[in-house]
């Protein structure tokens, strides 16, 4: 969020910057940086970037919140990692235009930062309470707040009040806690909320309840990665344009779980347990760009599966069990440029898949590991690898398993002639 450049203030560089905006501009007068912190003054920076003083004292203090010792002037403040117990009372009291803070990787929780301590902040937006001992999220933060990560905490328990006092919040992050249910209303206020991210929770289908997003009605990201989802949530809101649900459990996808859901652009479903795509079930997601369905089970790809997605550019279906494709499925994708089936159980790819579109507009083919059988029926594969010799990602490692006398060559040292039946 801070370009780069600035982070190289040294001891002696913040002592020369502050010395120097001294002298030029009193009215920037602030109290000395505390030696293990980086100070910045603002004063000397773009203040459409950067209004105000800049204080990073990130793996330094190793100490208690350093009252009394931040300029007054500070908008960024940067106290993560420091083994911090709490927040005393009054510690923001003189630092009323702080715009971020940053306090992760700390040992805070909900008794240990006390009561009203945020209240003079007025001009909040960012606050980072990660990797800290929290076990619920604390209703007194200030109301203006955009951004709120509480990921790796211990919150087990969420209360549909939890967010009431936060209506400007933009992005929530809660992974890597111990959430199961998200009672309805949690979101009631969330009417700007666009990212969510909620992974790495013990969290099941169940403790997703039908309409808990019902006014959540910006949200476009959501990420509800390694739970423990059976099935995709019901009443997610259609706003969402990515998607991400990868490894939970689940393993059926029904006709109407995607209803809606036509501005989808990115759907992860990989590292699930997928056996079985009803036809259409996909049909409503007609900007959907990109899909992952690696590591799951599906065994064959039949013709109607991917109906409707029409604008869809890569799909990773590597990592599955599959040993047949039929001659259409892939029709409808007309924009295709990217497809991954390494990793299956193909012994044979017929010409027709190729000849139908959208194989002529691709772009990369993976087919690594498969038990391909190098006879005549795959020598078109072969010989296109000669006229697009981009088309195939690593052409010379993929390997015959069948005829026998072909087990284990490379199609690096085969010609398409060796192909015969
Ligand atoms: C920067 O902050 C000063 C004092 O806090 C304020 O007067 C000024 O308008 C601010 N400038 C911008 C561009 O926000
Ligand atoms: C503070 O400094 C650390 C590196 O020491 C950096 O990783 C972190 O992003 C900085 N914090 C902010 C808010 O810029
Ligand atoms: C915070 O949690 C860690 C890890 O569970 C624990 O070791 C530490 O004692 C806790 N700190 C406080 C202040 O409760
Ligand atoms: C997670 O919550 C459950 C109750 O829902 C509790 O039994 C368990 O101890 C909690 N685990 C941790 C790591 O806090
Ligand atoms: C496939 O690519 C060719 C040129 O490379 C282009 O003319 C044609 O329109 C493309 N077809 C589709 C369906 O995108
Ligand atoms: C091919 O490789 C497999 C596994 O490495 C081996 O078991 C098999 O004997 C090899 N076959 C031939 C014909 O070399």
């Given at each position: 969020m801070i370009p780069r450049f600035l982070f190289v203030s040294t001891l002696a560089l913040g002592l020369v910057l502050l010395i120097g905006i001294n002298c030029q501009n009193p009215t920037h007068w602030s109290p000395v940086c505390p030696y293990e912190c980086i100070c910045i003054w603002g004063a000397s920076f773009d203040p459409k970037v950067y209004n105000g003083t800049y204080m990073n004292c990130s793996f330094r203090r190793r100490g208690p919140f350093p009252v009394g010792e931040v300029p007054e002037d500070t908008v960024i403040l940067d106290l993560s990692f420091n083994d911090m117990e709490e927040i005393p009372t009054g510690a923001f009291d003189k630092i009323l235009h702080l715009q971020g803070v940053w306090l992760l990787g700390n040992q805070l929780s909900e008794t240990k930062v006390s009561q009203g301590v945020f209240d003079p902040l007025k001009h909040l937006e960012i606050i980072d309470l990660s990797l800290n001992n929290f076990t619920r999220i604390p209703h007194d933060l200030p109301e203006t707040i955009k951004r709120c990560n509480f990921d790796t905490n211990k919150i087990t328990h969420l209360s549909s009040t939890d967010l009431h006092r936060y209506p400007l919040l933009e992005t929530l992050q809660l992974s890597n806690n111990n959430i199961t249910y998200i009672p309805v209303g949690f979101f009631a206020k969330q009417t700007v909320l666009s990212v969510l991210h909620i992974s790495s929770n013990p969290l099941a289908s169940m403790g997703i309840p039908n309409g808990v997003f019902k006014d959540a009605i910006s949200l476009t990201t959501l990420e509800l990665i390694s739970d423990k989802l059976t099935g995709i949530p019901s009443g997610l809101p259609e706003t969402l344009q990515t998607l991400d649900l990868s490894t939970n459990n689940i393993y059926h996808l029904y006709p109407g779980d995607f209803a809606g859901h036509s501005r989808l652009e990115r759907l992860e479903l990989s590292?699930?347990?997928?056996s079985v795509l009803d036809i259409g079930?996909?049909?409503?997601?007609?900007?959907?760009?990109s899909m992952g369905l690696a590591y799951n089970q599906l065994r064959y790809l039949s013709d109607g599966m991917f109906d409707g997605l029409v604008s869809l550019e890569s799909i990773f279906l590597n990592g599955n069990n599959i040993e047949i494709i039929s001659d259409n499925v892939f029709v409808p994708l007309r924009n295709l440029a990217t497809i991954d089936l390494g990793s299956n159980n193909l012994k044979t790819l017929q010409y027709e898949v190729y000849y139908n579109p959208p194989f002529k507009n691709l772009t990369s083919l993976f087919i690594l590991s498969n038990p391909w059988n190098c006879d005549c029926r795959l020598r078109w594969l072969r010989a296109l690898v000669d006229l697009k010799p981009y088309l195939l990602f690593l052409p010379e490692l993929v390997k015959c398993v069948q005829p026998p006398y072909l087990q284990n060559l490379t199609w690096g040292i085969l010609f398409p002639e060796d192909f015969v039946c």
């Open positions: 590292s699930n347990e997928i079930v996909f049909s409503s997601l007609i900007n959907l760009k």
